[in-house]
């Protein structure tokens, strides 16, 4: 382990996240909401913490080894809820607590979306376009666009992009060097934010509004600027508009990559996960849609459907964004729509929960082990888009299958033991662990009221979340430390 590498890059990565003070304070001379001080203190601290912590070692020049990228994405992540935090905790509107503000800040970053706040419609705009940036930021990873940066600075970043990218596929590139590929997936990631902010604007919002809800939806974070969240505009034409782009953000953007560059969509037309992913959407909408309109909880079926599609989509693909109160909604759909959100978003989107390629890959395995039953000596290999898939990817997914199960199971453990009643505790876990934001029972709408013991777990837990569990796991096994 080179800790003297980890050092430089920490203090580079502290000292470029400090200028996201820079923005809210802005926006709060702008709106005159007396909020700007905060901000303030939060760039002077972070940038002299980042400062001491690169200067010393500002000279050197080794490259970052794998084990360094890993130990750099974790530190980061953990590092940055905390210094996250630090406006929101000096803030005198709202009055937070530490527990609160780091919960907040690591929710915004991890785009989960769970939130402790109240009252949003009469807090500083300041507050609300922070807190829409921090899952702006984190949507893509700002270990991504640290990568991007970096290599202009000295710091190569392969063993980043490889630690922070989700999905099963680590090692594909859009382009012949790292750099260029996480500018690339930033310049899309730019692009869909503007077009959301137009359409919004277009649709009836504010532009504080509009900029504020591009950032989450494009990000899948969830965070509003409004205590009704999504539902406080009651406009089906930007529930519409909302369910498309969150949709098209739960994509793989190595398809939009290639769909820019080729002027085609046949790229999404052949890729079998975009096509298992759409599947789905489009058959839990309609299942949705008949059994809303069907038990009498919206008059009309096109209502039901314009409520059912933006909620699954939304949860689908772990937004969060609501415009109904699911709990409220008959029989097994609130757990179902839950429940989608463990599988998430597509590889290399900004989705959470376990990823559509992974589903996939269980769901041919499972049914390869059922055929192997009834013809032994047959050779069944599993197979993705036409392609053979490696066993060695099968036992990776089976294996990420068995961990994300498992620590499921003692998160939802530790939240019992803390004192949540059982359909709490798993809402908080489905709500943190998957990057979703929502959960059921007492915690279907706000973390406010649980203790802060769970509000810690689930920083834990949106961090292993964001970061795929393994990133944070192997970091606690014996070989990695190893010489």
């Known amino acids: 382990m080179q800790f003297s590498v980890v050092q430089r890059v920490l203090g580079l990565l502290l000292l470029i996240f400090s200028l ?9 001379l702008h709106f005159g909401d007396g909020a700007v001080l905060p901000f303030v203190q939060g760039f002077a601290w972070l940038f002299i913490l980042g400062l001491l912590i690169f200067w010393p070692v500002r000279r050197l020049k080794k490259e970052l080894k794998l084990r360094d990228g890993f130990v750099v994405v974790v530190m980061f992540w953990v590092v940055l809820g905390a210094s996250g935090a630090v406006p929101l905790f000096l803030a005198e509107r709202p009055d937070m607590s530490l527990t609160d503000a780091v919960f907040e800040a690591v929710s ?16 500083p705009h300041s507050i609300l376009f922070y807190r829409q940036q921090l899952q702006w930021l984190g949507g893509m990873g700002i270990v991504v666009l640290a990568v991007a940066i970096l290599p202009l600075l000295g710091v190569g970043g392969m063993q980043l992009y490889k630690a922070e990218t989700p999905g099963p596929m ?27 902010a137009l359409a919004y604007r277009m649709g009836g919002m504010s532009w504080f509004d509009a900029i504020g809800h591009s950032f989450s939806t494009i990000a899948i974070g969830g965070f509003s600027t409004h205590d009704a969240g999504f539902g406080f505009y009651d406009s089906a034409l930007l529930d519409a508009m909302a369910t498309l782009f969150m949709a098209f953000a739960g994509v793989n953007f190595t398809l939009h990559f290639v769909a820019w ?29 008949v059994v809303l309109w069907g038990g009498g909880v919206y008059e009309g079926f096109f209502t039901a459907l314009r409520y059912a599609a933006f909620n699954v989509v ?9 415009t109904a109160d699911i709990t409220l909604w008959p029989g097994f759909l609130p757990v179902l729509i839950v429940l989608l959100a463990f599988m998430g978003g597509c590889t290399g989107s900004t989705g959470g929960g ?29 197979k ?28 939802m453990l530790l939240m019992l033991g803390i004192g949540l009643d059982e359909v709490t505790a798993f809402g908080a876990v489905a709500a943190t662990l998957t990057n979703l934001g929502p959960g059921l029972g007492e915690v279907a709408a706000s973390f406010a009221t649980v203790p802060d013991a769970a509000k810690w777990v689930g920083c834990v837990a949106m961090i292993l979340g964001r970061l795929e569990i393994f990133t944070l796991l192997v970091l606690f096994t014996p070989m990695f430390w190893r010489r």
């Open 314 to 322: 939304s949860y689908a693909t772990t937004t969060g964004f609501a």
């Open 261 to 289: 560059s080729r002027r085609s969509v046949q790229g999404y037309l052949h890729d079998s996960e975009f096509r298992f992913y759409l599947g789905v959407l489009l058959a839990m909408i309609l299942l949705y849609s």
């Open 170 to 196: 680590k090692d594909t590139k859009l382009t012949a060097r790292i750099a260029d590929t996480a500018k690339t997936l930033w310049y899309i990631y730019l692009g869909l934010t503007l077009l959301a």
């Open 108 to 123: 915004g970053l991890t785009t989960t979306g769970a939130t402790v706040l109240s009252g949003l419609d009469e807090l």
């Open 354 to 382: 376990m990823k559509v390629m992974r589903v996939m890959l269980l769901m041919k395995q499972g049914m390869r082990e059922l055929k192997q039953l009834v013809h032994p000596q047959a050779e069944l290999p599993v």
């Open 384 to 411: 993705i888009g036409g392609r053979v898939a490696p066993d060695r990817v099968v036992q990776a997914v089976w294996g990420f299958f068995s961990a994300y199960i498992g620590v499921a199971l003692v998160l």
């Open 20 to 28: 996201s003070m820079l923005p809210p304070v802005a926006v709060g």
